[in-house]
Structures are given as structure tokens and as C-alpha cells.
């Protein structure tokens, strides 16, 4: 069974910076684009970001020309660059595939952003 775990999360001040990781136990990279989505207290999950199976990125308003995602399909991996952050970044972050389906999703990792 595929599991997708997040990690990265943490503490970190306006303006500062953070990578999340998003590693799967088995090869679902390599044929599916994949999504980072967030959710912040009292709000409903939404999605940061997407990467197509070999390019192609786009982002969410709010995010776009601070964050960047990537993947490497060969690490079974997908990340997430978030850069001059804002209180408003504070979130769990999980990733998925794009769009996303029920049982990938994980326990996701938590972004503080504050001084």
C-alpha cells in the first residue's frame, strides 16, 4: 500500500524560509502529477501547488513567486520551496497526487509562520 509522508514543517519567521518533503513508500510519482494542499485552522484544505509527471508547475495565487515545487521521480520524492513566507502560510501542508484521491492523503506536516 502506497503511503505518502510529509515532512520539513516547523517554526519559522516572517520573511524566512522552509522545504518540505513529501516521500512515497512506493512508485506513484512517475505516473501522476502530484499537488501540495494545505489547511489552516478553520479553514478548508486547498491547493499550494501542482507539478505535471515531467514539468509543468502552477500555483495558487497567494503562493506564486514565493514557493516552488519539484519532484524526483527516481527518490520517489516531490518538495516544496516556500520562500519570504507570511503569517498567513501557516498551515498543515500535505501532498498528494493532482487531483487528489482519498486514500493518499497523509498526517501532513505543520507550518508556523511567526515572530
Known amino acids: 500500500q502506497v503511503q505518502l509522508v510529509e515532512s520539513g514543517g516547523g517554526l519559522v519567521q516572517p520573511g524566512g524560509s522552509l522545504r518540505l518533503s513529501c516521500a512515497a513508500s512506493?512508485?506513484?510519482?512517475?505516473?501522476?502529477?502530484m499537488g501540495w494542499y494545505r489547511q489552516a485552522p478553520g479553514k478548508e484544505r486547498e491547493l499550494v501547488a501542482s507539478?505535471?509527471?515531467?514539468?509543468?508547475?502552477n500555483y495558487a495565487d497567494s503562493v506564486k513567486g514565493r514557493f516552488t515545487i519539484s519532484r524526483d521521480n527516481a527518490k520517489n520524492t516531490v518538495y516544496l520551496q516556500m520562500n519570504r513566507m507570511k503569517p498567513e502560510d501557516t498551515a498543515v501542508y500535505y501532498c498528494?497526487?493532482?487531483?487528489?484521491?482519498?486514500?493518499?492523503w497523509g498526517k501532513g506536516t505543520l507550518v508556523t509562520v511567526s515572530s
Open positions: 498528494n497526487t493532482y487531483p487528489p484521491l482519498t486514500r493518499y
Open positions: 512506493g512508485s506513484i510519482f512517475s505516473i501522476n502529477n
Open positions: 507539478i505535471g509527471i515531467t514539468s509543468g508547475a
